[in-house]
């Protein structure tokens, strides 16, 4: 599976952008799409994540800004993020995960400016 990940850029605090990872390759029917981040000198962290079946789950630090949802006739999985904050500044990380295989994407990266 390659995961290509795409809509990171630079936003002033409040701003809004929409990520985008598409899957190709042996997509099952059966799994999680997931966004991490990393800040520098943080480690990855979870940010949101969406099953096949469309239930989703999000960190709480981002609950009510962002949203995760699909297309899976595209195999895609995309992140609308809302009201950006400083501290949401990362390289935002797209996952694939089904039958305990486990893909990742080559990052994006989201800078919010204060």
């Known amino acids: 599976v390659q995961l290509q990940a795409s809509g990171g850029g630079l936003v002033q605090t409040g701003g809004s952008l929409r990520l985008s990872c598409a899957a190709s390759?042996?997509?099952?029917?059966?799994?999680?799409m997931s966004w991490y981040r990393q800040a520098p000198g943080k480690q990855r962290e979870l940010v949101a994540q969406?099953?096949?079946?469309?239930?989703?789950n999000y960190a709480g630090s981002v609950k009510g800004r962002f949203t995760i949802f699909r297309e899976n006739a595209k195999n895609t999985v995309y992140l609308q993020m809302s009201s950006l904050k400083p501290e949401d500044t990362a390289v935002y990380y797209c996952?694939?995960?089904?039958?305990?295989?486990?893909?990742w994407g080559q990052g994006t990266q989201v800078t919010v400016s204060s």
């Open positions: 996952n694939y995960v089904s039958r305990s295989l486990d893909y």
């Open positions: 390759g042996s997509i099952f029917t059966f799994n999680v």
């Open positions: 969406i099953t096949s079946a469309g239930i989703t």
